[in-house]
Structures are given as C-alpha cells and as structure tokens.
C-alpha cells in the first residue's frame, strides 16, 4: 500500500494493496477501494490528493482519479473508469465501466453511467440515467453503439434520461425529466420527452439578476 503520512483511513475501511492514495486523502467508514474485478487482472487503483472517499463506498481496481475526488455515501464505481481533478459524485451513483470524466464535473446522487465520456465543466442532475444499448441485453451493444459524448459547459437536470450513443454539444442545457433520444447541438436548450429544442443557450437570463447570464462562472 502507498500511503502518506497525512491521509486519513477509518480503521473500518478496507484499502487493498494495489491502491495507492494521494495526500490528504480521506478514507471514510466501511470503504472498500481497490476491489478486484473478477473479469479482469489485478490494476491499480490511484486516487489523487486531498481526495475524500464517503463511508460505504466501493471503488474497483483499475480507476484513475485526480486531485480533489470526492464521493459520497454509498456509491460504487467500477473497473475501468478515469476522472480528473475536482470531480464530485453523489451518493448512491453507480458509475459502471468504461467512463471518462474530465476536470470540474459534478454528478448528483443516483446517477447511472456506463460508457459514457464528459468534457469538463458539466453538471448532471440527481436520478439522470445514461443507457449504453439499443436493443438490451444484446452481447454485442458495444460493436454497434458508440459511448455517450457530453461536451463541455453542459447541465443536465434532474431524471434526465439519455439514449446510447447520444452526443450533447458544448454551451447546452437539458431540463429536468427530458428524453434525450437524437443528438443535441451545441447552444441548445432542450427539454420534453421526446426532448426538443425550446431555446438558444445564449438567449438563457440570471433573473434575479445576479449574474449577466447563467453559467457566467464556468468561462
């Protein structure tokens, strides 16, 4: 086990030695990181520093985090998936193989993704669901249906649902409890089930008036 002097690790967690943590790393109860795919061969688990890993939460071998990864009660997220620095996920989201998430990406609670890849500064609401294929449980989804791309400066609301192999472009917005079922362009404002275009990003207004326009403070 690679361990600093400065990390902490609740004597109930479970860290395995193919994990190797950063400083400042927090380790709460009932953790257990670095757990082995039976699928797969033994990989190692590195979590970046000042990390903070919620009690009860399971990370498989085989995940790359960045500095400042922090997770919350009882999440789990499983071999192959790398994040990078200041990425934030909810409790009880389950993040399942083959993600890619940039820096500054927030994930709320109940979130399920697999292959699916995020641009930095996106936003995904609580109970948003990613599906990866067409016709399930066909064993072969992953020859016909590419991963899910979100660009960056995206927020998606709450109990989103998005279709496999979808692709959301840069400066958009989803509202909550949309279908996303084609392709989204980039500035747009989608929302509906089947979801629609309801408006340009650009045209989107802070109306208290705090801001000049929302999103402002991820350019």
């Known amino acids: 086990m690679t361990f600093k002097q400065d990390v902490q690790i609740d004597p109930t967690a479970i860290v395995l030695p193919n994990v190797e943590l950063g400083p400042r790393t927090i380790v709460e109860p009932f953790c257990l990181i670095g757990l082995k795919d039976r699928f797969h061969p033994d990989l190692i688990t590195k979590i970046g520093k000042d990390s903070f890993l919620g009690s009860r939460c399971t990370i498989y071998s085989g995940v790359i985090a960045g500095a400042k ?74 020859d016909c249906t590419g991963k899910t791309l979100i660009e960056s400066h995206v927020s998606i609301g709450a ?19 949309s279908v996303l079922i084609r392709d989204v362009e980039p500035y747009s404002v989608m929302a509906g089930n089947p979801a629609v275009l309801v408006k340009d990003f650009r045209d989107l207004r802070c109306h208290p008036g705090y801001f000049e326009s929302p999103y402002e403070w991820w350019e």
Do not use: W
């Open 159 to 177: 109990n989103v649902t998005v279709g496999p192999g979808i692709r959301i472009g840069h400066h958009s917005q989803v509202y909550a409890g």
């Open 69 to 142: 990864f922090d997770i919350s009660d009882q999440t789990t997220i499983f071999f192959d998936n790398q994040f990078g620095d200041n990425c934030r996920i909810g409790p009880k989201a389950v993040i399942k193989n083959g993600c890619r998430l940039q820096s500054n990406v927030r994930v709320n609670a109940q979130v399920f993704m697999e292959r699916v890849e995020i641009d930095s500064f996106v936003f995904i609401g609580p109970g948003t669901v990613f599906t990866d294929d067409i016709h399930p449980p066909c064993p072969r989804y992953a």
